[in-house]
């Protein structure tokens, strides 16, 4: 079985002073939390509070992840943030999150090059996938991911390290999770038939997170599917409690 990830995307939340708040809220709390030893903690702030939470977590097992990069290493492109800037603040980067593809104009080509370049930089790329509602609805969800999966993995040679997650845009921010079983679908269907078709057996080891109204409540029914291996967390990771509340249930989920 892959390893345990759960991560927490904070968005565009949080000043410097409150996110090293949060990340050392959830490093005390993982420590007294029994399980969460056995799940993979990933805090992503937004850029300008990486420095303050890795310092945060410092010395203990919980990592950090940025939200975004772009792909050249360095160059006039003004207001952006490059692989080898992050190397030593993160260890993660989350790359084409539905919000960068839809607000932002992010491209599968664009995510690709961000996949490749996190890769070559020694950061662990948390590919993000997902169908729109109107896409799902015309019955295209699985081809809409397989596409996405493929596209964003161009090239990508390398297996080790890789994290795909799986947000239907219509269940990120909404309330509204998907189904267990309609995650689990896409998840160990079109998401993990790619991954063996691109990478053989490594692909079993890449762990797949589900993201989209996951909260402490119903996290540890996605992680009873054998597909999923934890989750991409949004708003309910702004409060170390219920951020840990997932990390336990899929702990849990897969004792
Ligand atoms: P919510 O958990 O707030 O729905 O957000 C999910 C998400 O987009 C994580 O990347």
Request: charged fraction near 15%.
């Amino acid at each position: 079985m892959p390893d345990l990830v759960v991560a927490g995307n904070w968005k565009m939340n949080t000043t410097v002073s409150e996110a090293a708040a949060l990340a050392a809220a959830v490093r005390d709390g993982a420590a007294a939390a029994p399980g969460v030893e056995n799940v993979e903690l990933v805090l992503c702030p937004p850029f300008v509070s990486l420095a303050a939470v890795s310092d945060a977590v410092k010395g203990s097992a919980v990592k950090v992840g940025a939200q975004n990069m772009h792909f050249q290493e360095s160059g006039a492109f003004t207001g952006e943030v490059s692989p080898g800037m992050l190397r030593g603040l993160c260890d993660y980067v989350i790359l084409g999150h539905s919000e960068r593809r839809q607000l932002f104009g992010e491209t599968d080509e664009s995510v690709n090059n961000k996949v490749k370049a996190a890769q070559a930089a020694g950061l662990k790329p948390i590919l993000c996938v997902g169908e729109s509602l109107e896409q799902r609805e015309q019955g295209k969800a699985s081809d809409v991911i397989s596409g996405q999966v493929r596209a964003g993995l161009e090239g990508v040679n390398d297996a080790s390290g890789l994290i795909v997650a799986y947000e239907p845009v219509w269940a990120i921010g909404t309330g509204q999770a998907a189904t267990p079983e309609t995650a689990a679908e896409i998840m160990g269907g079109a998401i993990f038939e790619t991954l063996r078709s691109l990478f053989s057996a490594a692909a079993d080891n890449v762990p797949l997170l589900y993201g989209g109204s996951m909260n402490g409540g119903n996290a540890g029914e996605f992680a009873a599917q054998d597909c999923i291996h934890g989750g991409l967390v949004g708003g309910a990771a702004l409060h170390a409690d219920q951020f840990l509340q997932v990390a336990a249930a899929v702990a849990a989920a897969k004792v």
